[in-house]
C-alpha cells in the first residue's frame, strides 16, 4: 500500500500538485500563514498582559462604605457638603454664594409622608438648583432647575433619606468665574 508523497517528501504536499503549484510555494505559504497566526497571538496575549498591570489592585482598605460612595457619586469635587436641621414648622433660610463651580450642597433630612417646599431666589438668570435623593445610587435628580420654568418646587417623600439642596451656576457663565448670590426658602410639612 503506498501512498502518495510530493516532492517534498512530505505527504501534505501532494494537494500542492493537484491545484498546478509546486509543493515549495505551498509549505512556503504555509508556513508564513501559521507565523503570522502566531506573532498576532502573541501579540494580542502580550497586549492583554500588559493591560492587566495597568489595572490597580483593589484591596480591602480601598472599598468605600456605600453611603461615602454615593455621596462622592453625587458630589462634584468642587462642592461642599452641609447638613441643615430644618424646624418642625415653618421656613428655614439658607443663604449662599455659588462662585464658578464651587457651591455649598445642603443635606436636608426627610421623612416619610413629608412634602418638601423649595423657593430659589436669586438675581441672575444663570443661577439654578437641583434636588437630588442622596441615597439614589443613579444620582439622577428629582428636580433639575435649568429645566424648568419656576424656581421652585414640592415634592412628595418617599421614604425616610436625605435630600441634597445643589445650587449651580449654567456652565457658560461658571467656566468664566461669576460669582452669585441666592437664597434657598425651605419648608417641610
Not at 7 to 19: D, I, Q
Not at 41 to 58: I, M, N, R, S
Not at 70 to 99: F, H, M, N, W, Y
Request: proline share 5%; charged share 20%.
Amino acid at each position: 500500500m503506498s501512498s502518495k508523497v510530493g516532492s517534498l517528501g512530505h505527504p501534505m504536499a501532494f494537494w500542492g500538485n493537484r491545484s498546478g503549484r509546486s509543493d515549495h510555494v505551498l509549505w512556503k505559504g504555509f508556513f508564513l500563514a501559521a507565523m503570522t497566526y502566531g506573532m498576532v497571538f502573541l501579540g494580542y496575549a502580550e497586549a492583554a498582559q500588559v493591560e492587566a498591570q495597568k489595572k490597580p489592585q483593589v484591596t480591602r482598605t480601598d472599598i468605600p462604605t456605600p453611603l461615602v460612595d454615593l455621596a462622592k457619586r453625587v458630589l462634584s469635587p468642587d462642592e461642599t457638603r452641609v447638613e441643615v436641621d430644618l424646624p418642625a414648622t415653618g421656613i428655614q433660610v439658607l443663604k449662599g454664594k455659588i462662585r464658578g463651580y464651587k457651591a455649598t450642597v445642603f443635606a436636608l433630612r426627610v421623612r416619610q409622608g413629608q412634602q418638601l417646599n423649595v423657593t430659589f431666589e436669586s438675581h441672575s438668570d444663570s443661577a439654578c438648583f437641583n434636588v437630588v435623593d442622596e441615597s439614589d445610587p443613579s444620582g439622577a435628580a428629582l428636580f433639575v432647575g435649568q429645566n424648568s420654568d419656576s424656581r421652585s418646587t414640592t415634592i412628595p417623600i418617599k421614604s425616610d433619606g436625605t435630600y441634597l439642596l445643589q445650587p449651580y451656576i449654567v456652565r457658560s457663565v461658571a467656566r468664566r468665574g461669576r460669582q452669585v448670590d441666592y437664597i434657598f426658602k425651605v419648608e417641610l410639612r
